[in-house]
C-alpha cells in the first residue's frame, strides 16, 4: 500500500493576555458597531456589501453583521462574538 503523507504548516500564532486582549476585542467590536448603527432608526442609512463581483445594498443590521469580517484575528473574534 502507497500511503500519502499530509502536512498543514500553519503561521506563527499570536497570543495575547489581560489588556492587549480585551482592547482587540473592544475594538472589533466598535467596528461592528459603527457599522450597525447607520442602519438603525427612521433616518437608517443604507450599507454596500460587495460579494464575489456583485454590490448589494443592504438596510439589514443582521445581514451586515454576518458578512464582516475584519482582518485583525482578535478583532475578528470580537465582531464575532457580539
Excluded: Q, W, Y
Excluded at 65 to 74: M, N, T
Amino acid at each position: 500500500m502507497n500511503f500519502r503523507s499530509l502536512r498543514v504548516r500553519a503561521g506563527p500564532k499570536r497570543i495575547s493576555f489581560d489588556r492587549e486582549c480585551r482592547e482587540g476585542l473592544r475594538a472589533g467590536i466598535d467596528k461592528l458597531a459603527d457599522a450597525i448603527s447607520l442602519t438603525l432608526g427612521p433616518k437608517g442609512r443604507n450599507v454596500i456589501l460587495s460579494d464575489a463581483k456583485t454590490l448589494k445594498v443592504i438596510n439589514d443590521g443582521v445581514t451586515i453583521a454576518r458578512a464582516i469580517e475584519l482582518s485583525d484575528a482578535i478583532e475578528n473574534a470580537g465582531a464575532m462574538l457580539s
